[in-house]
């Protein structure tokens, strides 16, 4: 069985899915972190299986997931910052404990 | 590629880049942590007058292997961000300093400004991605800044984790896009799916997915319903200063974004019902929570955040309509919202740093102290409501209604009438928190400041270094050049913000 | 530089201290006075050496677009006109000249500076408003002049009085200020489609054609509830708040909380003569053959004229005083504009602005001698003590009363003898405010200036910058007058109108009607009133033991309580407003229980819209994944209400 494009497309969606239900049910913010990554890395098997069926010869996908998994670096350094932060202001990183500011 | 042209045009952003250098340097010198502020205030200043003076001409060029587009809508978009950035980051220059570490504040201040100026020439998904996430990310560490507050933690975490959701469906959005042209550039995109759509080789259920996911992702950034969850919790907890940049400077590149993609790259016939239908969602709950708001005594900040989305809602509404006369006073609308909302927060700024509460009930009575103030903040309500008062905000609305009315859209009517009831139902809880300031008794909180600067006064203590206090100056300065906007500019601004739409490039 | 091209310069360099000591100098006293009387003397300068330089009979108007939308448009520009240079003049060395006053009136004053950069904001938004172009420019400029006199009555906010005097004046000036605007908007509706190729909006110089427009093409009726008649009294509402006409005049004595000063620029000088000044604007519109406007504004002016009068006669307080004097002679002027003779009305603001402007500046000066004492009962022989302040006090007090030859002398005679020609009753009430007028004037004189002192500070004369200023008033307080005189063959009446014509008593009873008996009834009043004045407080005349006076308000109790409290105006308008704000307070109760409560939050409950309400709440929890959960249904919803 050859893989084709369809595939990994439909691999990507399911990996989104799955970071969004991730995103979705996790308590711990470090996993709602770990699903956000996930949600991104499958933007990127679409972009690197684009370039590779549609664009081979600019690679402009390549370089898109690239510039994609740069900032993600940056997003996640800053989320863990935050919640570092976080945990040393209330010892407590579950996301039911941030529901203070409401309505 | 020619490295004359892009530093000719790109003057405004190096100027601000250099700023974040000088700035970073300065906070590790200044010991009074006060002129970092206003380095960066003149920097932006000075990045505006560059971006309008030396980007003069009607020509379209494009930069940077086309991914960046010098035009009409560009120039007037950065003038108008760094204008406005520059009266922010005044107002924030003392506010920020009761935070740790305050004049690190700005280097970070003004990298969120770049990626918001970038924005606004964006003519390739790669930079559009990478501007908003300068603008999105710089922006969380601005949210967070009062590190101690756990308020400002919580509202940094929940505006990161939703903003990176958002860049998610941004990114899937793109990278569809990008499989059917095999192209990021917008000039590209736009015309092979031109070519796709001749030949009926653009499914319609992809059209709708990518639609949806575009519309999604921008109205995030908008803070229109039902992507606004995140705006009150997070205006609510960050420091006033930089809810003050995500209701204006933020907003602003994210209708720059709306315009540019929907306007001249991605537009289908699904794309215009939808985002009708996120305009009349946020004015609905806008107005609606709004209302409850005040009654209910909350926060100011969240109130503001509510007018916000209602606001948002009444920009959608002309976005919606899609026409170049309609766009164009969009353009107009968000300018003077930009210099309203301005002088608003500046003066919630000015209140917090005398008083140390933002809640409605402890601005009752605000003339009795501050009656200059309390008529700049009251001008600024009027505005918003769209009174006829001191009449830009009137007109500039008046021109938002009646241009989506007579665009030929089949609903826009409707929409319009929508919108329309909306703002009235606005004027209750602005009018309701200009007559709480002006009629009503001191509150507490006020009458308690009073024996407080007895004290100080007594004790020989100056109680700030400034001759004059920034929050108040920004308050007055947006006053006046909303008032002189008022008298002399409408006809100009309209004018030029035509203008801006109508030499658009592709 | 002073050419007509640049006249709106003059407006300018106001707006332009106020701006630099605002955000600059407000550290620096010398440096903000500085600018500020330097930018208005050299508007004085400029505005002389236009009206040296300007003899055209025509307006001459430049306009720039402001707001377009569609056919509708509105212009900015400045117009000049002899008219407008003649206020210009008057406002600019009046405000000069009160500018070096305040330097030693608010010295010891924290707000010094704050002050100065109100004063020149006032004098820019007066400039602007008699350089406006069209009525919608001038209701701006309305507006700003009365927000620079609501922050200046205010200035001293801590204290209640002047916090509640600003307050009174706002809310007055806005009942004015509605009809004003109620007035605008039905004459733009019916000459909307007139202001078309070109012509400005509005525009004075357009105004009679407009209304002869709207009257032959769009069916303007002359007499009715929506005629040229209501246009022009809706107009004219606006003049009575703002020129204290009875019975919107209540403001202006309370307006006399804020520093002397403002009263003298604003109060009495300027800012009250604007309503007369936007009369002989719109003249053109109130004139029209068969419009009834003209007899209604000439019987409130008399009307304003004699009450005020009759108010001024008892008042204790030095300030107050004044300022019912202010609104009777306002009433004067008004009444002269009723009469049909906007010039004269003219010619009597700008003698008045010269000897009242002077009378105020007087009275603070006796005011800072007395050390902050406003009370008349105690003060008394202060000519001893205060030679230059008395001798000017006195000018402005003959002036004021009609000494033949002195300047207020010949605008109210000739005010008087147009009476005479049109109305019989107008002449008797205008004459007898007259002969009010000398009597309470010397009052306030004798009871300040004469006599022994009754009060326990030690009066002392004022440095040379307030008496500096008084001096120089007082030259045009005596010979202002000549120059509209019939001796000299009316030049000052001939330079506003040059069609003008001296024809029967019109023109001033003096000389012309000395032949008449009733020529010399205003000569007559000011004699009668003089003598009874000096005769009552200086030789304090008694009639079986008792002091006249005294006598007097045992006589007539019910007339003197009368005229003490003010004829009752503000009982009545409390009382009236105490209706209205039950009934308000009563709407607002139900309209917050019922429509906002009731409705928005507990209403949805048995409707089942509560729901809308219960929905938002659930969906702003503060739970971030929430959030998130929605933002995918709505896109859910998208692309499944569009793919169905």
Redesign the interface.
């Known amino acids: 069985m050859t893989v084709t494009l369809v595939h990994y497309?439909t691999f990507s969606a399911l990996l989104?899915s799955i970071?969004?239900f991730g995103?979705?049910?996790s308590r711990n913010?470090f996993r709602?972190l770990m699903s956000?990554e996930i949600?991104?890395n499958?933007?990127n098997i679409?972009?690197v299986a684009?370039?590779h069926f549609?664009?081979p010869l600019?690679v402009?996908?390549q370089?898109?997931s690239l510039?994609?998994m740069a900032?993600a670096a940056?997003?996640v350094a800053?989320?863990l910052s935050?919640?570092l932060?976080?945990y040393r202001?209330?010892m407590n990183i579950d996301?039911?404990s941030?529901?203070?500011?409401?309505? | 590629m020619d490295w004359n042209l892009v530093s000719k045009i790109l003057l405004p952003e190096f100027i601000i880049l250099g700023a974040v250098l000088i700035t970073i340097l300065l906070s590790l010198i200044d010991k009074t942590k006060k002129y970092t502020g206003l380095v960066a205030t003149f920097a932006l200043f000075l990045a505006a007058l560059v971006a309008a003076i030396s980007t003069q001409g009607e020509e379209v060029t494009k930069i940077l292997n086309s991914a960046f587009i010098s035009d009409s809508l560009s120039r007037y978009l950065r003038v108008l961000i760094y204008g406005i950035a520059a009266l922010i980051a005044l107002a924030a220059t003392k506010y920020i300093e009761k935070f740790e570490s305050p004049a690190e504040y700005f280097p970070i201040f003004l990298t969120a400004t770049l990626g918001a100026g970038f924005l606004a020439g964006v003519n390739d998904?790669?930079t559009l991605?990478?501007g908003l996430?300068t603008l999105g990310?710089s922006a969380?560490?601005l949210v967070?800044y009062s590190?101690?507050l756990?308020?400002s933690?919580?509202?940094?975490?929940?505006y990161?984790?939703t903003a990176?959701?958002a860049?998610?469906i941004l990114?899937?959005a793109?990278?569809?896009l990008?499989?059917i042209t095999?192209?990021?550039n917008f000039a590209q995109v736009a015309s092979r799916i031109v070519q796709l759509e001749s030949i009926s080789l653009l499914s319609v259920p992809l059209k709708i997915l990518i639609s949806a996911l575009l519309v999604g992702a921008i109205a995030f950034k908008l803070a229109a319903a039902p992507f606004h969850n995140w705006t009150?919790?997070v205006y609510?907890?960050a420091p006033t200063s930089s809810t003050l940049f995500l209701s204006v400077i933020s907003k602003i590149a994210g209708f720059a974004v709306a315009i540019r993609v929907f306007g001249t790259v991605f537009h289908n016939e699904f794309l215009l019902p939808m985002l009708s239908i996120i305009a009349v969602l946020s004015i609905i709950v806008g107005n609606y929570?709004g209302i409850i708001q005040i009654i209910s005594r909350?926060s100011v900040k969240k109130l503001l955040a509510y007018s916000s989305i209602a606001q948002s809602g009444y920009l959608l509404v002309a976005l919606a309509c899609l026409r170049l006369e309609s766009v164009g006073s969009l353009l107009l609308y968000i300018t003077i919202y930009a210099i309203m909302n301005t002088c608003a927060f500046a003066c919630v700024i000015y209140f917090e740093q005398e008083t140390g509460s933002d809640s409605v009930f402890d601005f009752a009575g605000w003339i009795q102290k501050k009656p200059m103030l309390t008529i700049i903040f009251s001008i600024a309500l009027f505005n918003l409501a769209g009174l006829p008062f001191v009449p830009a905000g009137f007109i500039a609305k008046f021109f938002l209604f009646s241009t989506s009315f007579s665009s030929g859209l089949i609903y826009a009517p409707y929409l319009v009438i929508i919108a329309l009831i909306g703002s009235v139902i606005a004027l209750f809880y602005y009018l309701y928190l200009a007559k709480l300031m002006i009629v009503d008794e001191p509150s507490f909180a006020l009458k308690q400041l009073e024996t407080v600067e007895v004290v100080a006064v007594t004790e020989g203590t100056s109680k700030c270094g400034y001759s004059y206090d920034p929050a108040r100056l920004t308050a007055m300065l947006s006053v006046g050049v909303l008032i002189i906007v008022s008298i002399f500019g409408m006809d100009y601004l309209q004018g030029v913000s035509e203008m801006a739409i109508y030499k658009i490039g592709v | 530089m002073a050419n007509l091209e640049n006249a709106w310069l003059i407006a300018l360099y106001p707006l332009i201290s106020a701006l630099l000591i605002m955000f600059f100098t407000h550290k620096s006293r010398p440096l903000s006075m500085g600018l500020s009387v330097s930018a208005v003397a050299i508007g004085f300068i400029h505005s002389l050496v236009l009206f040296l330089n300007f003899h055209d009979n025509h307006a001459h108007e430049v306009n720039f677009n402001w707001i377009k939308a569609g056919d509708f448009h509105l212009e900015m520009g400045y117009l000049v006109d002899k008219l407008a240079i003649g206020m210009l003049l008057t406002v600019t060395l009046v405000s000069f000249l009160v500018q070096i006053y305040t330097h030693a009136y608010m010295d010891e004053d924290e707000g010094y500076t704050r002050f100065y950069s109100y004063l020149s904001l006032f004098t820019f938004s007066m400039l602007g408003l008699v350089i406006s172009t069209n009525l919608f420019q001038m209701y701006f400029f309305w507006e700003l002049v009365g927000v620079c006199s609501f922050l200046l009555i205010g200035f001293w906010w801590y204290k209640p009085s002047a916090a509640h005097a600003c307050k009174k004046a706002f809310v007055t000036n806005r009942v004015g200020d509605a009809g004003f605007l109620i007035g605008l908007m039905l004459l733009y509706a019916f000459t909307k489609d007139f202001w078309v190729n070109g012509i400005a909006t509005m525009s004075f110089t357009s105004l009679q054609e407009a209304i002869n427009y709207a009257i032959h093409n769009n069916g303007l009726e002359l007499l009715g509830w929506v005629s040229v008649t209501s246009i022009g009294l809706l107009i004219f509402m606006g003049a009575m708040a703002k020129s204290a006409q009875f019975p919107l005049h209540i403001w202006l004595p309370d307006a006399m909380e804020g520093p002397t000063p403002i009263s003298a620029l604003i109060h009495a000088a300027t800012m009250v003569a604007a309503g007369v000044y936007l009369l002989a604007r719109i003249f053109p519109i109130c004139s029209i053959e068969g419009s009834a406007a003209l007899p209604v504004i000439a019987w409130i002016g008399g009307i304003t004229a004699i009450f005020a009068a009759t108010i001024a006669l008892t008042q204790n307080d030095i300030k107050k005083a004044l300022a019912y004097s202010t609104c009777s002679q306002l009433g004067y002027m008004v009444l002269a504009v009723g009469l049909g003779a906007p010039i004269i009305a003219m010619f009597h603001l700008i003698t008045h602005a010269m000897f009242k402007a002077m009378l105020f500046l007087g009275s603070g000066s006796v005011i800072l001698g007395c050390h902050h004492e406003q009370d008349m009962r105690e003060m008394g022989g202060l000519r001893k003590y205060m030679p230059i302040t008395a001798i000017t006090f006195l000018i402005g007090t003959l002036s004021i009363s009609g000494l033949p030859f002195m300047s207020g002398f010949w605008s109210k005679d000739m005010i008087i003898a147009k009476a005479f020609e049109v109305s019989p009753a107008l002449f008797w009430i205008a004459t007898s405010t007259a002969l009010l007028t000398a009597f309470y004037m010397f009052r306030i004189y004798f009871k300040t200036f004469e006599g022994e002192y009754r009060g326990h500070a030690h009066p002392h004369e004022q440095p040379l910058a307030v008496t500096v200023p008084l001096m120089v008033l007082a030259v045009p307080s005596i010979i202002l007058g000549l120059w509209g005189s019939p001796l000299l063959g009316y030049p000052l009446i001939h330079y506003f109108d040059s069609h003008f014509h001296a024809h029967g008593t019109g023109w001033g009873f003096f000389l012309h009607e000395l032949s008449q008996p009733m020529g010399y009834l205003p000569l007559l009043s000011f004699i009668i009133g003089t003598s009874v004045a000096y005769l009552v407080y200086v030789k304090k005349k008694t009639i079986n033991d008792k002091l006249v006076n005294v006598l007097a308000k045992e006589q007539f109790a019910w007339l003197y309580k009368g005229s003490v409290n003010k004829w009752y105006i503000d009982e009545a308008y409390e009382f009236v407003i105490g209706l209205f704000m039950k009934f308000f307070r009563a709407t607002w109760k139900f309209f917050e229980r019922v429509v906002i409560e009731g409705i928005f939050i507990n209403g949805f409950a048995w409707r089942g819209s509560e729901l809308v309400g219960e929905i938002l709440?659930l969906t702003?929890?503060?739970?971030?994944?929430s959030y998130?959960?929605i933002m995918?249904v709505g896109l859910l919803f998208f692309v499944v209400m569009f793919l169905v």
């Open positions: 497309l989104f970071g969004l995103l979705l049910i913010a709602v956000i949600m991104l499958a933007v679409n972009f684009f370039a549609l664009d600019a402009k996908g370089a898109f510039f994609v900032i940056a997003e800053i989320g935050l919640l932060l976080i202001n209330r996301m039911d941030f529901a203070t500011i409401k309505w | 998904f790669l991605f990478i996430e990310l969380i560490l967070s590190r101690k756990q308020k933690n919580e509202s940094a975490i929940k990161l984790l990176a959701v860049t998610g990114l899937f793109i990278s569809l990008y499989g095999a192209s990021t009150p919790d609510y907890g929570v909350g | 709440k702003q929890n503060g739970r971030v994944q998130i959960a995918f």
